[in-house]
């Protein structure tokens, strides 16, 4: 995967940008606050239908300007393809994919990327939601179909919530829920295999960066917490139509789903320790930083190619030992990455990439 063009035009702070990339490594460097991850996350809307700083579309537009526009060309498994996102703040954005009109949500796998940045430090000592948006992410630009279930599973668990309440109100009979309950324990059960699946897969690899990047010192071991079943990882489907028989008076006074992957969690360990509760901050961030170049190593296997590497300022969150270990890996791999900074003195290889310069809103080669 390798983006060779990104236009911007009142996007963020920029009135325009037309910038040509490397299949390599693109460093920007520059002050905060001048628009170096104003690219990172033009690069990850595109892929993922959302910013990973806003959930309103309308902040992206350049101040005063009723319209926004990015638009990239790429190569996906050696063929080319355009993406092109109009931003409005009072209609609907539009998007076209080589020219021809694409729903948002069929955004999803087209352009894969993984994003790093300093909130990502915080995956495991932060809440489970976070980790669970790993994993979702992950398999979704890996497996549209995957994405699809995800989609179905929420808008039922949403239909569900709403009939509880009403049920709790006496405006429905408990056994309304049946039916919804059979649904939503079949696209439980597809969510819930193919995370055990790839939790698997990523624990495989995520131990071999953990041991690469800690010079074979640490064993890193990643685990899939399933609420309320523990040891139960066959015939799921049934599993969870009785767990939301058996906890059905319970949700209706709550008024919400007490079961399902979206009260899962994923659990790490190094060598036979709770990372999460026992883990020195240097471990969590050497397990999160394993977390991603794994990442990377999943989604080749499951494409058949890297996806493009954003690294939002993390180099200053990290130590020179894992600073040159994710630098080698990068080098090594040829894995196209937009890396921002704001100290070229983390690079004191000049070969290292292409070096860029961003103030206020200029990018200079």
Aim: hydrophobic letters at 40%; charged letters at 25%.
């Amino acid at each position: 995967m390798i983006i060779h063009q990104l236009d911007l035009r009142s996007f963020r702070n920029y009135e325009h940008l037309s910038l040509s990339l490397s299949p390599g490594i693109n460093i920007f460097l520059g002050a905060n606050a001048q628009g170096k991850t104003n690219i990172v996350e033009a690069v990850y809307y595109a892929a993922m239908g959302s910013s990973h700083r806003t959930h309103t579309d309308a902040e992206l537009i350049r101040w005063e300007v009723p319209k926004g526009r990015l638009a990239l060309s790429f190569e996906r498994l050696g063929a080319k393809n355009t993406l092109a996102i109009t931003l409005s703040r009072e209609k609907r954005r539009q998007i076209l994919r080589n020219e021809h009109p694409i729903r948002p949500k069929e955004l999803i796998g087209g352009l894969r990327c993984v994003l790093f940045s300093p909130e990502d430090l915080f995956l495991i000592k932060g809440a489970p939601a976070g980790r669970r948006r790993f994993l979702d992410g992950e398999l979704s630009q890996a497996n549209p179909a995957y994405y699809q279930d995800l989609l179905d599973y929420n808008k039922l668990l949403q239909q569900r919530g709403a009939l509880l309440k009403r049920i709790r109100e006496r405006q429905l009979r408990p056994d309304t829920l049946s039916v919804w309950d059979a649904q939503l324990a079949q696209k439980a059960a597809a969510i819930t295999k193919k995370r055990l699946a790839a939790t698997k897969k990523l624990s495989m690899l995520a131990n071999l960066m953990q041991r690469r990047i800690t010079d074979n010192e640490e064993n890193l071991v990643l685990s899939y917490i399933l609420h309320g079943g523990e040891g139960v990882t066959e015939d799921l489907a049934p599993w969870y139509n009785e767990m939301l028989q058996r906890n059905r008076e319970k949700d209706i006074l709550r008024g919400t789903t007490s079961i399902g992957p979206h009260r899962d969690d994923l659990s790490l360990s190094v060598n036979g320790t709770d990372l999460r509760a026992f883990g020195s901050q240097g471990q969590q961030r050497t397990g999160v930083l394993a977390l991603k170049l794994s990442e990377l190593e999943f989604l080749r296997s499951e494409t058949g190619e890297y996806p493009v590497l954003l690294l939002d300022d993390v180099m200053s969150e990290l130590d020179i030992t894992r600073r040159r270990s994710l630098l080698s890996f990068l080098r090594q791999e040829r894995i196209q990455t937009i890396l921002t900074a704001t100290d070229e003195a983390y690079f004191p290889d000049e070969s290292m990439g292409v070096f860029y310069r961003v103030h206020q809103g200029r990018v200079s080669r």
